[in-house]
């Protein structure tokens, strides 16, 4: 048994990591919510009971096994270390620990095995990066991945519960014939899409893009992997998509790659149809579809994929990550 605390609680992720760990039945003997001052005091209901609020501070980790962090990388910054220093093992959702070399980045289907250099402090990798990675894994041994281009279509709800309240009340005001505010994202998001996630930097890229870049080679362990990345943010409330061009060594057909596909946890090889959000929404499984025969990457494979951000892209894979490293398998 457990004692769990969760840190950003009342926000999208917080509340999605409370019902990935009832769904999976971890073994929570004392659950602590924290979040912001603002919503300390109030309750919320988690793992069949009320729970009061508490204040996120340094002093709220006395006796926590384990602190799931999902409150952005100032609070992980300021909080993680006294975490730790309690004893909790930390597994953070924000990028601020995500390139240190003594903080493994993972995703356990694909480098669980890094697990076991962890020094208290485990960082869960970017909602985006999850889903390439779980995409092209297979094409590492296969065909010997030299390079990807991907673009990525990015769901409101990656950037939290306002962006979600911004989409539809954006739509609301289209309806009424009525100007568009926005707050949340640089420009309208409805019947919209923005070419950037993030901030842009010197270089033209934002930083979702170099994020992607960044972290897709430190979880393959290719360090010299060609990757180019472009996030946009559309208009869909939940899952985000990605087309993906890899580039390869040595052929590999679209059948060896929905079979190796077929045979990994976590995947849904659609062999037929075309997956959607829709399809990704509210579930765990990537899936990955029209996979072909590239144009310009010669040898190489085009590919469409799926994933709910929500669930594999950040609160499934970090109670993930903590029932390999806390050895407490799913059902436990």
């Not at 309750?43 to 602190?67: M, P, Q, Y």
């Not at 799931?68 to 909790?88: D, K, N, T, V």
């Not at 041994?141 to 990525?152: D, F, H, N, R």
């Not at 590239?294 to 609160?315: S, Y």
Request: proline share 5%.
């Amino acid at each position: 048994m457990s004692r769990v605390a969760v840190v950003g609680a009342t926000g999208a992720v917080g509340r999605e990591m409370l019902a990935v760990l009832e769904q999976r039945c971890f073994p929570v003997d004392e659950l602590r919510l924290l979040a912001s001052d603002r919503s300390a005091g109030g309750s919320l209901r988690a793992l069949g009971a009320d729970h009061e609020v508490r204040a996120a501070a340094a002093d709220a980790f006395s006796g926590v096994d384990l602190a799931l962090f999902s409150a952005g990388s100032r609070i992980a910054m300021e909080l993680a270390p006294a975490a730790r220093a309690a004893g909790a093992l930390v597994v953070d959702n924000s990028s601020a620990f995500r390139m240190r070399p003594d903080c493994p980045l993972v995703i356990p289907e694909i480098n669980g095995e890094t697990l076991a250099a962890h020094r208290g402090l485990i960082a869960n990798p970017n909602c985006s990066t999850i889903l390439l990675c779980m995409a092209v894994a297979p094409l590492v041994e296969l065909g010997g991945l030299q390079g990807i281009v991907a673009c990525t279509y990015q769901a409101v709800s990656g950037a939290g519960t306002r962006a979600v309240e911004e989409l539809r009340r954006q739509e609301a005001q289209e309806a009424r014939g009525e100007a568009l505010t926005a707050e949340i994202f640089p420009a309208p998001i409805s019947h919209n899409v923005i070419p950037f996630v993030q901030a842009l930097q010197e270089d033209g890229f934002s930083v979702e893009e170099t994020k992607v870049r960044d972290e897709t080679r430190r979880i393959l362990g290719l360090p010299g992997l060609a990757v180019s990345a472009t996030c946009v943010r559309v208009p869909v409330l939940r899952a985000h998509s990605a087309t993906v061009h890899a580039g390869l060594e040595r052929p590999v057909s679209a059948a060896a790659l929905y079979a190796a596909l077929s045979d990994r946890p976590g995947i849904q090889a659609a062999q037929e149809g075309i997956p959607t959000p829709r399809d990704a929404a509210g579930g765990d499984d990537v899936w990955v579809g029209r996979v072909r025969i590239d144009r310009v990457f010669r040898p190489g494979l085009a590919l469409w994929c799926v994933m709910d951000q929500l669930r594999k892209g950040a609160a499934l894979n970090a109670v993930q990550i903590a029932e390999l490293a806390l050895g407490c398998p799913r059902g436990a």
